[in-house]
Structure formats: C-alpha cells, structure tokens
C-alpha cells in the first residue's frame, strides 16, 4: 500500500492537510485523486475506491473473541512541490513500468478485499448471532428480574401484613390476660364470699339449733310449772281446810291478850297478787326464771304451812294450858 501511494500526484494543497490530518484517520482516495487523471489507471483505481469503506470498517469494527486483530492503514506523506519538478521526467520513464505493477497488485489487493469482506460478513454474522443471544439473554434476565421484583414486592406485602397480624396478635394477648387475671380475681373473691356465706349458714344453723333447744327446755319447764302450780293448789286447798277446823275450836274472842302470832310476818292478798305478777315478768324475760317463780312458790307455800302448824300448835297449848275458851 505504501508504494502504490507513492505513484500518484498530490494536489497543491496536499502537502498542508496532511500536517494537520491524524495519523489513525488518513484522507479518502477520493480527496487525494489527481486532478489530471490521463496517467490514472481507472480500473486500479475504481478498485482502490471500492476498497476504501472496507478499510474504514475493518479498522472502525471493535475487537470480539471471534477477530482480534484489527486492520490498520499505513500512511506517507507526499513529496514537496519542489521535489515533484524535478522528479516529473523521472517519473514518466518508470510510469508504464509501475502501470504494470500496479495492476498485479490491484488484482492481489481485490482478492485480498473479497477475503476481508468473507471474513468479515462471517464475523458479522457471529456477532449478529452473539448479538441476538446476548439480546435474548438480556430479555430472560429482564423477566427474570422482573419475576424478582414481584417476589419481593409481594414478600414485602405479606410481611407487612404479617407484621400487622403479630401486632393484632400481641394486643389479643394482653387484653386475653386482662381478661384472665380479671377471672382470677373474680373467682377469689366469689370463693371469698362462699367462705363467709357457709360461715354464715352454719352460725344460722347453730343459733336455729339452739333456738329449737330452748323452745323444749321452755316446753319442759312449762309443764314443770303447770305441774308445781297444781301441786301448790292442792297444798294450799289442804292448808285452807286445815286452818279451817283449828279456827272452829276457839269461839271466844272477847279475851284481849298479846297473841304470838302477830310476830310472824303476814302477807296480804294485795302483796301476793303483786308478788306473783313480779315473779310472772320476771319469767318472761328468760326461761331461767321459772326455775325461781317455782321455787318462790314453793318457799311460799312452806311458809303458809309453817304458820297453820304454829297456830295450830298454840291454839292447843293455849286451850289445855291457859284454859282460853272456857266459861
């Protein structure tokens, strides 16, 4: 390539655009074409031409694992004006020479573009296909990531949710245990107030007891006193009949004497009537009191007895010894 380069003239401004152009970046065939063309040989050049863009896109293609290499163009920069007048007859001599060569190379160079452009649509194709698979892998890890996404939206979801039922679940808990403890202290305080009430119940069951007890022992006693008061009745009836027949024996009561029994004490109707009422209250208020009315009565009827036998005994003495109711 170097030597084909060297063969064709330059235009005037050639020599200033390939000072400022980048080495990596050469100027297109197009651009450095001559502008008399009667000693081109079209052909080689049309073929230079087509070559071109293959060059470019050689050299533009990125490196792959299937082409590492990379296609690169060697430049020379073209001779001074000044040398060129001096060189033009020489050039002219080996021009038909250079036609000849040039055209050998040109056939070698279109062979060696078919090859480039076979290689290169084969790599093309090979990236296309890589292309295509890296495409539909992308897609599947799209979708996948996507499937992701989802999962972790929804996961987020149910812990969230499942949170929230943990939360409800705690306060159940706590209000259950207010509830229990509530219970416990309404069963204590119900076994409490059972205490008290059979506590209670049996104190009434006592006291009903002792109530039917004392209901018999008044019972008993009463018939005790029904019995005490018949037997006082008959001694009294028996006493009565007593002073009776002694009082009938001493007619005379004209003789005035200090009888001895006005010393013994003499109770009227009046007090014994009032004496039996006190002994009757005081029964009323309790049972232990007829125990006492009875024996009152008792001491009572003693007492009567007492005072027949004393009168009695002196109305005896006073009519056999002092001779009281004789004329």
């Not at 651009?31 to 040989?41: L, Q």
Request: charged letters at 30%; a negative charge.
């Amino acid at each position: 390539m170097p030597e084909n380069n060297r063969s064709y003239a330059d235009p005037p401004d050639h020599h200033n655009t390939s000072s400022s152009s980048s080495p990596t970046q050469p100027p297109s065939f197009s651009d450095t074409a001559p502008v008399n063309s009667g000693n081109v040989d079209r052909v080689l050049f049309k073929n230079l031409v087509e070559m071109v863009p293959l060059v470019e896109s050689l050299m533009d293609r990125r490196a792959s694992s299937s082409y590492s290499r990379r296609a690169s163009m060697a430049y020379t920069p073209a001779p001074s004006q000044s040398r060129k007048g001096g060189e033009l007859s020489g050039r002219k001599t080996i021009q038909t020479a250079s036609i000849r060569k040039r055209r050998d190379n040109g056939d070698n160079e279109v062979d060696d573009s078919d090859g480039f452009s076979a290689i290169s649509s084969k790599d093309g194709q090979k990236d296309k296909d890589e292309v295509i698979t890296l495409l539909q892998e992308v897609n599947d890890l799209r979708k996948k990531l996507l499937e992701k996404e989802e999962a972790l939206k929804s996961a987020e979801d149910l812990l969230n949710q499942m949170s929230t039922t943990y939360a409800s679940l705690e306060e159940l808990r706590s209000q259950v245990a207010e509830k229990d403890s509530l219970v416990k202290t309404s069963n204590l305080e119900l076994y409490n107030v059972k205490i008290k009430l059979a506590e209670k119940q049996a104190a009434l069951e006592k006291l009903v007891w002792e109530i039917k007890m004392s209901s018999r022992k008044i019972e008993e006693l009463e018939g005790s006193l029904i019995s005490k008061d018949l037997e006082v009745n008959a001694l009294m009836q028996l006493f009565e009949e007593i002073a009776e027949k002694n009082s009938a024996g001493c007619p005379d009561y004209s003789i005035t004497y200090n009888d001895p029994i006005d010393q013994y004490p003499f109770e009227t109707a009046d007090e014994i009537q009032m004496s039996e009422m006190e002994e009757a209250r005081l029964l009323r208020q309790g049972s232990g009191f007829k125990l006492l009315y009875s024996d009152s009565i008792v001491l009572r009827c003693l007492h009567s007895a007492n005072r027949i036998v004393s009168l009695q005994s002196f109305s005896i003495c006073s009519s056999g010894v002092f001779g009281f109711g004789k004329e």
